[in-house]
């Protein structure tokens, strides 16, 4: 196996992950909030989230990695004053969750394959298709007839934000 790209700061990747033997990692609907949660605390002051989607048994999630001028600057040092590279947050993030899972359900061992996949995305033709792409998974896996009812996505989220926009742009744009 060839090894993983590295994240880099300013650009954009579809980041991606099953579980291991595709079992399942999000059991019972509060596994989907406790991984948005730990998201919050470990990916947010690192990357900005365009789109996610969570499904049984893996996720999709398009981010762009920020500049280290637009982090804050709490917790992004390790002791010798480096600054850590974003895959170490991923790991962490990824490591904290599936501690929680593994305690919540008496298992042990790894919950995600490794490595975490990542691909970057180069053009805007790849991210919009890669946006569609995340947000219809649950219909293509026949989780859901219709993705925009499925809870776990960025969807509904997004369509909400370009609606307020819409409603609040001043005349004349």
């Known amino acids: 196996m060839s090894k993983p790209i590295s994240l880099e700061p300013g650009l954009y990747y579809h980041i991606y992950n099953r579980g291991t033997n595709r079992e399942n990692i999000f059991i019972e609907q509060r596994n989907y909030a406790h991984f948005l949660k730990l998201y919050g605390k470990y990916i947010e002051p690192i990357a900005d989230t365009y789109a996610y989607c969570l499904l049984r ?12 001028a637009e982090r804050d600057p709490k917790g992004f040092e390790n002791p010798s004053g480096l600054v850590q590279d974003p895959s170490i947050f991923f790991s962490n993030f990824f490591n904290a969750y599936a501690k929680s899972i593994n305690l919540a359900y008496n298992r042990t061992g790894s919950l995600f394959q490794h490595p975490f996949g990542r691909i970057e995305i180069k053009t805007d033709e790849y991210f919009a298709k890669l946006v569609t792409y995340i947000h219809q ?3 293509k896996h026949g989780l859901i007839d219709d993705f925009r009812e499925w809870a776990y996505s960025s969807y509904n989220a997004m369509r909400r934000r370009i ?11």
């Open 163 to 173: 609606l307020i926009r819409s409603r609040t742009k001043p005349e004349g744009s």
């Open 57 to 68: 048994n893996h996720f999709h999630l398009l981010v762009r990695i920020k500049l280290i």
């Open 137 to 139: 998974n649950p219909q």
